[in-house]
């Protein structure tokens, strides 16, 4: 069955970087492309950035642009999103998504996610 | 990037049928029939209930469906089910190869 999970999250300073992996099974991974979703404590969902399949096109979110960096393995089906310059307001649940449909326009699986604490 | 407008909060009986509303603009839900809905209950991840405007994935009840009229889309869900209570937010693709989110909808089935 079609699972991706999340890791790496944890609890850093502002001003300090970290990186997430999504990893993914079930699917041709080579051939789909991967969100990332964040959701700040008790708030709603914020889209944060696309990777295409291939790796050749990658889109962010005007929040994020500059400071994230979305890249792929298909060799290793993951996903990585490095987050530098951490700030407080980056603080939520990172979830990561396939990415389906035309243009990639729609998230049909979703993990359960991994929580960053931006925190002095 | 502004977010799509969802009501905060909708209420129902079980039995009942509700509407949720999804307001964007010209430059996202207008442009294009790619709006898409999300379920999520609580500390949980969202789940996909309705794709390209009005498509279900596979295993998703016939009791949700999606439509779309000019810059705004909307969720129904008829004979509401208690375990229908949960958030639900819209999504739309954007013409700056962007995707933007509504701000969600609480679903209280009474």
């Known amino acids: 069955q079609v699972q991706v999970v999340e890791s790496g999250g944890g609890v850093v300073q502002p001003g300090a970087s970290l990186r997430l992996s999504c990893t993914a099974s079930?699917?041709?991974?080579?051939?789909?492309?991967i969100h990332w979703v964040r959701q700040a404590p008790g708030k709603g969902l914020e889209w944060v950035a696309l990777?295409?399949?291939?790796?050749?096109?990658?889109y962010y979110a005007d929040s994020v642009k500059g400071r994230f960096t979305i890249s792929r393995d298909n060799s290793k089906n993951t996903v990585y999103l490095q987050m530098n310059s951490l700030r407080d307001e980056d603080t939520a649940v990172y979830y990561c998504a396939r990415a389906s449909g035309y243009g990639f326009s729609f998230l049909d699986y979703w993990g359960q996610g991994t929580l960053v604490t931006v925190s002095s | 990037q502004s977010a799509l407008t969802q009501p905060a909060s909708v209420s129902g009986s079980p039995g009942q049928s509700i509407t949720i509303s999804c307001t964007g603009t010209?430059?996202?839900?207008?442009?294009?029939?790619?709006v898409s809905w999300y379920q999520q209950h609580p500390g949980k991840a969202p789940k996909l209930m309705i794709y390209?405007?009005?498509h279900r994935p596979s295993g998703v009840s016939d009791r949700f469906s999606g439509s779309k009229s000019g810059d705004t889309a909307s969720l129904t869900i008829s004979g509401l089910h208690t375990e229908d209570e949960a958030d639900y937010y819209c999504a739309s693709y954007t013409n700056t190869i962007t995707w933007v989110f509504g701000g969600g909808t609480k679903l209280t089935v009474l």
């Open positions: 079930g699917f041709t991974f080579s051939t789909y492309g």
């Open positions: 010209s430059s996202d839900v207008g442009a294009y029939n790619y």
């Open positions: 390209e405007v009005s």
């Open positions: 990777m295409w399949y291939d790796g050749t096109n990658n």
